[in-house]
Protein backbone atom coordinates (compact mmCIF):
# COMPACT_ATOMS: atom_id res chain seq x y z
CA UNK A 1 0.00 0.00 0.00
CA UNK A 2 0.96 3.66 -0.09
CA UNK A 3 3.27 4.36 2.67
CA UNK A 4 5.91 7.04 3.65
CA UNK A 5 8.53 5.98 6.61
CA UNK A 6 10.35 8.93 8.23
CA UNK A 7 13.69 8.13 10.05
CA UNK A 8 16.55 10.38 11.26
CA UNK A 9 15.19 11.69 14.35
CA UNK A 10 16.86 12.34 17.63
CA UNK A 11 18.60 14.62 20.04
CA UNK A 12 21.28 16.95 19.11
CA UNK A 13 22.71 19.62 20.56
CA UNK A 14 21.72 23.56 19.14
CA UNK A 15 24.15 24.13 16.44
CA UNK A 16 24.70 20.97 15.18
CA UNK A 17 22.77 19.12 11.77
CA UNK A 18 20.67 16.21 11.60
CA UNK A 19 19.44 14.53 8.26
CA UNK A 20 15.84 13.20 7.86
CA UNK A 21 14.76 10.77 5.31
CA UNK A 22 11.50 9.64 4.26
CA UNK A 23 11.10 6.52 2.10
CA UNK A 24 8.29 5.91 0.06
CA UNK A 25 6.73 2.62 -1.28
CA UNK A 26 3.53 1.71 -3.26
CA UNK A 27 3.57 4.49 -5.33
CA UNK A 28 5.31 6.33 -8.47
CA UNK A 29 7.92 8.16 -6.27
CA UNK A 30 9.28 10.05 -9.06
CA UNK A 31 6.04 11.37 -10.40
CA UNK A 32 5.43 13.48 -7.10
CA UNK A 33 6.16 16.24 -5.12
CA UNK A 34 7.31 15.74 -1.45
CA UNK A 35 6.96 18.10 1.41
CA UNK A 36 8.37 18.23 4.97
CA UNK A 37 5.97 19.48 7.70
CA UNK A 38 6.60 20.32 11.24
CA UNK A 39 4.42 20.39 14.49
CA UNK A 40 6.57 21.29 17.32
CA UNK A 41 4.89 20.12 21.12
CA UNK A 42 1.57 20.95 21.76
CA UNK A 43 1.57 23.31 18.88
CA UNK A 44 0.05 23.48 14.98
CA UNK A 45 1.71 22.22 11.85
CA UNK A 46 4.31 24.67 10.12
CA UNK A 47 5.13 23.97 6.32
CA UNK A 48 8.54 23.53 6.16
CA UNK A 49 9.67 22.71 2.27
CA UNK A 50 8.76 21.23 -0.65
CA UNK A 51 10.25 19.66 -3.65
CA UNK A 52 9.21 19.22 -7.14
CA UNK A 53 8.60 15.60 -8.52
CA UNK A 54 11.69 15.72 -10.65
CA UNK A 55 14.08 17.96 -8.21
CA UNK A 56 13.89 21.06 -10.11
CA UNK A 57 12.13 23.42 -8.14
CA UNK A 58 12.76 23.83 -4.02
CA UNK A 59 10.64 26.24 -1.72
CA UNK A 60 11.63 26.46 1.69
CA UNK A 61 9.50 28.28 4.92
CA UNK A 62 11.30 31.78 5.93
CA UNK A 63 11.81 30.34 9.26
CA UNK A 64 14.52 27.26 7.82
CA UNK A 65 15.44 29.39 4.16
CA UNK A 66 19.35 29.12 4.44
CA UNK A 67 19.80 26.65 6.93
CA UNK A 68 17.35 23.75 5.88
CA UNK A 69 18.40 21.87 2.02
CA UNK A 70 15.81 19.53 1.22
CA UNK A 71 16.64 16.83 -1.91
CA UNK A 72 15.41 13.44 -3.50
CA UNK A 73 16.86 10.46 -4.90
CA UNK A 74 14.35 8.70 -7.38
CA UNK A 75 15.88 5.96 -8.07
CA UNK A 76 16.16 5.05 -4.10
CA UNK A 77 12.31 6.39 -3.79
CA UNK A 78 13.75 8.37 -0.87
CA UNK A 79 13.75 12.42 0.16
CA UNK A 80 15.87 13.69 2.29
CA UNK A 81 15.85 16.70 4.82
CA UNK A 82 18.92 17.86 5.94
CA UNK A 83 18.91 20.65 9.26
CA UNK A 84 22.06 22.45 9.85
CA UNK A 85 22.42 24.77 11.97
CA UNK A 86 19.45 23.61 14.43
CA UNK A 87 17.88 26.00 17.11
CA UNK A 88 15.69 25.29 20.00
CA UNK A 89 13.08 26.15 17.79
CA UNK A 90 13.38 23.72 15.15
CA UNK A 91 12.06 21.16 17.77
CA UNK A 92 8.98 19.54 16.43
CA UNK A 93 7.84 16.16 15.04
CA UNK A 94 9.02 16.21 10.96
CA UNK A 95 6.54 14.93 8.96
CA UNK A 96 6.91 13.72 5.31
CA UNK A 97 4.11 14.37 2.90
CA UNK A 98 3.22 13.75 -0.29
CA UNK A 99 1.75 16.59 -2.94
CA UNK A 100 -1.83 15.88 -4.50
CA UNK A 101 -2.40 15.48 -7.96
CA UNK A 102 -5.83 15.06 -9.10
CA UNK A 103 -7.15 14.95 -12.59
CA UNK A 104 -10.16 16.35 -13.79
CA UNK A 105 -11.49 16.82 -17.49
CA UNK A 106 -8.25 14.90 -18.45
CA UNK A 107 -5.62 17.40 -17.08
CA UNK A 108 -4.26 16.65 -13.96
CA UNK A 109 -3.18 19.27 -11.50
CA UNK A 110 -0.39 19.54 -8.52
CA UNK A 111 1.75 21.61 -6.72
CA UNK A 112 -0.82 23.80 -4.56
CA UNK A 113 -3.76 21.95 -3.80
CA UNK A 114 -2.73 19.76 -0.80
CA UNK A 115 -1.17 17.08 1.03
CA UNK A 116 -2.67 13.45 0.60
CA UNK A 117 -0.37 11.23 2.13
CA UNK A 118 1.30 11.10 5.32
CA UNK A 119 4.07 9.72 7.34
CA UNK A 120 3.93 9.21 10.62
CA UNK A 121 6.19 11.54 11.63
CA UNK A 122 9.55 11.51 13.14
CA UNK A 123 10.78 13.53 16.72
CA UNK A 124 14.26 15.61 16.46
CA UNK A 125 14.49 17.71 19.75
CA UNK A 126 17.28 20.37 19.74
CA UNK A 127 18.62 20.50 23.20
CA UNK A 128 22.15 21.13 24.94
CA UNK B 1 2.45 36.45 3.49
CA UNK B 2 -1.08 34.74 4.31
CA UNK B 3 -2.30 33.92 7.35
CA UNK B 4 -5.04 31.84 8.19
CA UNK B 5 -7.46 32.35 11.22
CA UNK B 6 -9.16 29.53 12.14
CA UNK B 7 -12.60 29.85 14.38
CA UNK B 8 -13.52 28.97 17.08
CA UNK B 9 -10.59 27.79 18.90
CA UNK B 10 -12.45 24.91 20.09
CA UNK B 11 -16.17 23.74 19.08
CA UNK B 12 -17.81 21.48 22.44
CA UNK B 13 -20.62 19.44 20.79
CA UNK B 14 -22.11 16.23 20.77
CA UNK B 15 -22.12 13.31 18.67
CA UNK B 16 -25.16 13.64 16.15
CA UNK B 17 -25.17 17.52 16.09
CA UNK B 18 -23.79 19.45 13.39
CA UNK B 19 -19.92 21.39 13.05
CA UNK B 20 -19.61 24.22 11.24
CA UNK B 21 -15.68 25.90 11.46
CA UNK B 22 -14.53 28.75 10.21
CA UNK B 23 -11.23 29.19 7.97
CA UNK B 24 -10.49 32.86 7.15
CA UNK B 25 -7.35 34.30 5.09
CA UNK B 26 -5.57 37.40 5.14
CA UNK B 27 -4.82 37.43 1.16
CA UNK B 28 -8.34 36.32 -1.72
CA UNK B 29 -6.93 33.22 -3.07
CA UNK B 30 -8.02 30.55 -5.67
CA UNK B 31 -10.79 28.30 -3.63
CA UNK B 32 -8.11 25.63 -5.64
CA UNK B 33 -5.64 26.36 -3.39
CA UNK B 34 -7.42 25.85 -0.10
CA UNK B 35 -7.44 22.45 1.95
CA UNK B 36 -8.66 20.78 5.32
CA UNK B 37 -7.12 18.29 7.70
CA UNK B 38 -8.11 16.05 10.55
CA UNK B 39 -5.31 14.99 13.15
CA UNK B 40 -6.14 13.35 15.95
CA UNK B 41 -4.06 12.77 19.32
CA UNK B 42 -0.20 10.83 18.53
CA UNK B 43 -1.40 10.37 14.37
CA UNK B 44 -0.27 11.98 11.44
CA UNK B 45 -3.22 14.88 9.59
CA UNK B 46 -5.69 13.56 7.00
CA UNK B 47 -6.32 15.39 3.92
CA UNK B 48 -10.20 15.62 4.18
CA UNK B 49 -11.02 18.53 1.51
CA UNK B 50 -8.95 20.02 -1.08
CA UNK B 51 -10.23 22.81 -3.79
CA UNK B 52 -12.17 24.14 -1.13
CA UNK B 53 -14.79 21.73 -1.61
CA UNK B 54 -13.89 18.26 -2.99
CA UNK B 55 -13.68 15.47 -0.50
CA UNK B 56 -10.24 13.45 -0.52
CA UNK B 57 -10.30 9.36 -1.60
CA UNK B 58 -12.04 7.75 1.23
CA UNK B 59 -13.34 10.45 3.14
CA UNK B 60 -17.35 10.20 4.41
CA UNK B 61 -19.59 12.66 2.78
CA UNK B 62 -20.84 14.15 6.06
CA UNK B 63 -17.76 16.25 5.15
CA UNK B 64 -18.42 18.90 3.41
CA UNK B 65 -16.32 21.92 2.51
CA UNK B 66 -17.17 25.68 1.00
CA UNK B 67 -16.40 29.26 0.31
CA UNK B 68 -14.38 31.25 -1.56
CA UNK B 69 -12.29 34.26 -1.47
CA UNK B 70 -10.98 34.96 1.90
CA UNK B 71 -14.12 32.87 3.65
CA UNK B 72 -13.92 28.80 3.94
CA UNK B 73 -15.97 26.66 5.92
CA UNK B 74 -15.70 23.16 7.04
CA UNK B 75 -19.06 21.66 7.86
CA UNK B 76 -19.48 17.78 9.64
CA UNK B 77 -23.80 17.12 9.03
CA UNK B 78 -23.65 15.09 11.69
CA UNK B 79 -20.41 13.98 14.20
CA UNK B 80 -19.32 10.76 15.14
CA UNK B 81 -17.14 9.74 17.66
CA UNK B 82 -14.38 9.34 15.60
CA UNK B 83 -14.81 13.13 14.52
CA UNK B 84 -13.41 14.43 17.81
CA UNK B 85 -10.39 16.00 16.86
CA UNK B 86 -8.20 18.81 15.96
CA UNK B 87 -8.83 20.77 12.19
CA UNK B 88 -6.78 22.50 10.36
CA UNK B 89 -7.12 24.73 7.04
CA UNK B 90 -4.31 25.19 4.53
CA UNK B 91 -3.76 27.72 1.69
CA UNK B 92 -1.39 27.78 -1.04
CA UNK B 93 0.31 31.41 -2.23
CA UNK B 94 3.60 32.50 -3.74
CA UNK B 95 5.30 28.94 -3.39
CA UNK B 96 4.89 28.88 -0.05
CA UNK B 97 1.97 26.75 2.24
CA UNK B 98 0.43 28.14 5.08
CA UNK B 99 -1.40 26.60 7.84
CA UNK B 100 -4.51 28.00 10.11
CA UNK B 101 -4.01 27.45 14.30
CA UNK B 102 -6.60 24.41 14.07
CA UNK B 103 -9.94 24.28 15.56
CA UNK B 104 -10.00 21.77 18.39
CA UNK B 105 -14.14 20.03 18.02
CA UNK B 106 -14.20 17.87 21.32
CA UNK B 107 -16.87 16.29 23.01
CA UNK B 108 -19.58 18.23 25.30
Known amino acids: QVQLVESGGGVVQPGRSLRLSCAAS????????MHWVRQAPGKGLEWVAVIWYDGSNKYYADSVKGRFTISRDNAKNTQYLQMNSLRAEDTAVYYCARDLVYCSGGSCYSGAYGMDVWGQGTTVTVSS | EIVLTQSPGTLSLSPGERATLSCRSSQSVSSSYLAWYQQKPGQAPRLLIYGASSRATGIPDRFSGSGSGTDFTLTISRLEPEDFAVYYCQQYGSSSWVFGQGTKVEIK
Open chain 1, 26 to 33: GFSFSSYG
